[in-house]
């Protein structure tokens, strides 16, 4: 997908923070099918799981889920916020939580965008088009 | 506790399961949705019966300003079809496993529990609890549902495929 100078984007690095197996596949799934260019889809459990993969991997875009076992999606992200090193991140929330509660509740994360489920593949598209644009 | 239609004062919040079932089969698997009938859902239950397939059961609790609790039952072919639907019908391009079907069933209770949730009590906060997904033997499914499978309960079709759902609260 080359820019509008024939530049071809940075290919992103993406990790999936989600509880369920078959939200992880099918969020990697809308991922490949987009024309974003990826460099590696990297997959956790949890909050836990995910901050030991952000220690070992350069990390360019997190997908969370919020209600997860051992460590919340809020809980992860305040953790990303706290550290330095991660600000570059960039942060989505997916969840079935669309309420102004937890809306509210995450507006301080810095998170780039919540997406609510369920959601249309191309509303994925959409935001990884948005990352891709804004990471050029 | 009480099942969701039992009490007359909570229609608008049936009206919003079934329009938040329709949502998520449509919007996240792709599905034809019906809100059925008794007899129907008899119909497309008997025609299910013929395969003999086992039955998946998810059951997940939600707590907040009151806690409850959604079961969503669902023959497994429907199951397959969930799963094949989010994920694809072939194996991931870089041979890993794909999830289990419980997966997916256990998914589609979150996301309906969730947008149920968050129609109804859009400023409340509820937290919901990972959903446990049991096989069940589709000779006991009389004997868990009662003498009426609508005694309570949401009866849909998901393409074509019979789906039970009750919300208690």
């Known amino acids: 997908m080359p820019d509008g100078n024939g530049r071809r984007p940075t290919a992103l690095t993406v990790l999936i923070v989600d509880d369920s197996a078959m939200m992880r596949a099918m969020i990697k799934r809308i991922a490949h099918l987009t024309d974003v260019p990826l460099a590696r889809v990297l997959e956790a459990a949890n909050g836990v799981e995910a901050l030991q ?7 360019d875009v997190l997908f969370t889920d919020i209600n997860m076992p051992l460590m ?54 959409d935001v990884l088009a948005q990352i891709v644009t804004s990471h050029q | 506790m009480s099942s969701l239609r039992s009490s007359p004062a909570t229609s608008d919040a049936a009206k919003a399961l079934e329009a938040a079932v329709v949502d998520v089969a449509e919007q996240s698997f792709a599905l034809f949705t019906e809100v059925c009938t008794p007899p129907r859902f008899d119909d497309l239950l008997a025609r299910s019966a013929g395969s003999g397939a086992d039955w998946m059961r998810a059951t997940l609790a939600f707590a907040g300003p009151f806690a409850g609790e959604l079961t969503v039952d669902v023959p497994e072919p429907l199951a397959l079809e ?61 004997r868990l549902w009662g003498s009426r499978a609508d005694g309570g309960a949401l009866l849909m079709g998901l393409n074509d495929q019979p789906v039970r759902i009750r919300l208690v609260i």
């Open chain 1, 53 to 59: 993969l952000l220690e070992q991997h350069p990390v």
């Open chain 1, 72 to 125: 919340t999606g809020t809980e992860l992200l305040r953790e990303v916020d706290r550290r330095q090193e991660w600000q570059h991140i960039v942060r989505v929330i997916v969840s079935t939580d669309g309420s102004q509660a937890r809306r509210d509740e995450t507006a301080s994360l810095h998170a780039h965008a919540y997406l609510e489920k369920p959601f249309r593949p191309e509303v994925m598209r």
């Open chain 2, 82 to 142: 969930l799963l094949a639907s989010c994920v694809g019908i072939d194996a991931e391009p870089d041979g890993e496993a794909l999830p289990a079907v419980e997966d997916a069933v256990g998914e589609l209770a979150n996301m309906v529990c969730g947008a149920w949730l968050t129609r109804n009590y859009g400023t409340k906060r509820f937290d919901l609890r990972p959903p446990r997904v049991d096989r069940i033997d589709v000779k006991n499914l009389g």
